[in-house]
């Protein structure tokens, strides 16, 4: 299932199951929401005078995580897909500070969720300061999340919305109509089994650690833990995460497996094949367990980290960006004469899109490898695009 199609199906999924429960089944609902599914669903519990004030707060913290603080104010530094997570924090500021919400029975502290503050690095910020103050109320039982879904929305999705919506590959299409190319985008799938989204759940201890104003993130504990910008970040990791994920073992097992917090989760011969292909990376194992702690002694995946060049490769000449990622252009061409070593894999400076070169993509399609999906570059045409179907 593409990515729109799992928004889409979700949101009315999700919408369907608020619109037949309480508020407090809201709070239980959303408190490992799944970012994947998009804001839309959160948008309509901030636009409900129903909703628990606890609920409210907790959504707002948890999207000033998802769009990164230090763009939460300058919109043009939003990606695409990140306004409307936007939008839905900006009502709330509006709603909350006019005491819109009228329910306050269920406890909740940003300052002290679990042990981590949410708040410590916008003490100066213009956020109004009732969204600093914990409320009081009761604490709710939680609630069987199936990658942060619940069974109760996976059970209003019916089975055909993802037979006939799947996606078809046509690469051979893209080719025919804009002519062989070196060099393909490239990305992670979203799958489904059933009616759950198929996902590897993070459960290692993670926190945010702020130090003179900056923000990393802390995977693992104790002598293992170790400090990191971001899962996707440019420099070696400080050390081996030593993470654990959990997965459903009816699931099936993608090579390239979406995991929940930005990692890259590669199957071991995936890993092979990247060695094979010389890209430039490091690599740590990962323990596999099921939803009651046992070890999947046959789950044989790694943390991949792709320590990818960033390389000024765009013929503007040809693509006529104007440099804002919202604006539409004729599609990527990349100027060859940058890309003399022909790296396997790279990040295009300025737009930030990672590409693959087409002998390791036809390597991943011959050997069956899963979890992908591509796009040929001059089918992208800005921020609102084709899906990745080639």
């Given at each position: 299932?593409?990515?729109?199609?799992?928004?889409?199906?979700?949101?009315k999924?999700?919408?369907?199951f608020?619109?037949?429960?309480?508020?407090?089944?809201?709070?239980?609902?959303?408190v490992d929401?799944?970012?994947a599914?998009?804001?839309?669903?959160?948008?309509?519990?901030?636009?409900?005078?129903?909703?628990?004030?606890?609920?409210i707060?907790?959504?707002y913290?948890?999207?000033?995580l998802?769009?990164?603080?230090?763009?939460?104010?300058?919109?043009?530094?939003?990606?695409?897909?990140q306004?409307?997570?936007k939008?839905?924090?900006?009502l709330?500021?509006?709603?909350?500070?006019?005491?819109?919400y009228?329910?306050?029975?269920?406890?909740?502290?940003?300052?002290?969720?679990?042990?981590?503050d949410?708040?410590?690095?916008f003490?100066d910020?213009?956020?109004?300061?009732?969204?600093?103050?914990a409320?009081?109320?009761?604490?709710?039982k939680?609630?069987?999340?199936?990658?942060?879904?619940?069974?109760?929305?996976?059970?209003?999705?019916?089975?055909?919305?993802?037979?006939?919506?799947k996606?078809?590959?046509?690469?051979?299409?893209?080719?025919?109509?804009?002519?062989?190319?070196e060099y393909?985008l490239y990305g992670?799938?979203?799958l489904s089994?059933?009616n759950?989204?198929?996902?590897a759940?993070?459960i290692?201890?993670t926190?945010?650690?702020t130090?003179?104003?900056?923000?990393?993130?802390?995977?693992?504990s104790?002598?293992?833990?170790?400090?990191?910008?971001?899962?996707?970040?440019?420099?070696?990791?400080a050390?081996?995460p030593?993470?654990?994920?959990?997965v459903?073992?009816k699931?099936?097992?993608?090579?390239?497996?979406?995991?929940?917090?930005?990692f890259t989760?590669?199957?071991?011969?995936?890993?092979?094949?990247?060695?094979?292909?010389?890209?430039?990376?490091?690599?740590?194992?990962?323990?596999?367990?099921?939803?009651?702690?046992?070890?999947?002694?046959?789950y044989?995946?790694?943390v991949?980290?792709?320590?990818m060049?960033?390389?000024?490769?765009?013929?503007?000449?040809k693509?006529?960006?104007?440099?804002?990622?919202?604006?539409?252009?004729?599609?990527?061409?990349?100027?060859m004469?940058?890309?003399k070593?022909?790296?396997?894999l790279?990040?295009?400076?300025?737009?930030?899109?990672?590409f693959?070169?087409?002998?390791?993509?036809?390597?991943?399609r011959?050997?069956?490898?899963a979890?992908?999906r591509f796009?040929?570059?001059i089918?992208h045409?800005?921020?609102?695009m084709?899906?990745?179907?080639?």
């Amino acid at each position: 299932m593409n990515d729109k199609i799992f928004e889409k199906v979700y949101t009315k999924a999700y919408i369907e199951f608020f619109e037949n429960s309480t508020p407090e089944q809201w709070h239980q609902s959303v408190v490992d929401f799944n970012n994947a599914i998009g804001a839309k669903p959160l948008l309509w519990l901030a636009k409900n005078p129903e909703t628990d004030k606890a609920t409210i707060l907790m959504i707002y913290w948890y999207i000033l995580l998802i769009i990164g603080g230090s763009k939460f104010k300058d919109i043009d530094k939003l990606f695409g897909w990140q306004k409307d997570w936007k939008k839905a924090a900006d009502l709330i500021e509006k709603n909350y500070s006019a005491g819109f919400y009228k329910n306050s029975n269920i406890a909740y502290d940003p300052k002290d969720e679990n042990g981590t503050d949410w708040t410590k690095k916008f003490t100066d910020s213009d956020i109004p300061k009732e969204l600093f103050q914990a409320v009081k109320g009761k604490k709710v039982k939680e609630l069987v999340l199936h990658e942060g879904i619940p069974e109760a929305v996976l059970e209003l999705v019916p089975d055909e919305e993802f037979e006939k919506e799947k996606s078809i590959p046509r690469s051979a299409k893209s080719i025919k109509e804009f002519g062989e190319t070196e060099y393909w985008l490239y990305g992670s799938e979203f799958l489904s089994y059933k009616n759950a989204y198929v996902q590897a759940r993070l459960i290692s201890t993670t926190k945010t650690v702020t130090k003179d104003g900056i923000s990393s993130f802390s995977y693992g504990s104790g002598k293992n833990a170790i400090l990191l910008r971001s899962p996707l970040q440019e420099e070696p990791y400080a050390g081996d995460p030593k993470l654990v994920y959990e997965v459903n073992p009816k699931h099936p097992r993608p090579d390239n497996y979406k995991d929940s917090h930005g990692f890259t989760l590669y199957s071991k011969r995936l890993i092979d094949l990247m060695r094979e292909f010389k890209v430039d990376s490091e690599y740590f194992p990962v323990k596999i367990v099921d939803r009651e702690g046992n070890v999947l002694v046959d789950y044989d995946y790694y943390v991949f980290h792709p320590l990818m060049k960033t390389i000024d490769a765009l013929d503007n000449a040809k693509t006529k960006w104007s440099g804002d990622r919202y604006e539409k252009h004729n599609g990527i061409y990349l100027d060859m004469s940058k890309l003399k070593d022909r790296p396997p894999l790279f990040l295009l400076a300025d737009m930030y899109r990672p590409f693959m070169r087409n002998d390791l993509k036809e390597a991943i399609r011959k050997r069956g490898i899963a979890g992908f999906r591509f796009l040929h570059p001059i089918r992208h045409k800005g921020e609102i695009m084709t899906e990745y179907d080639d």
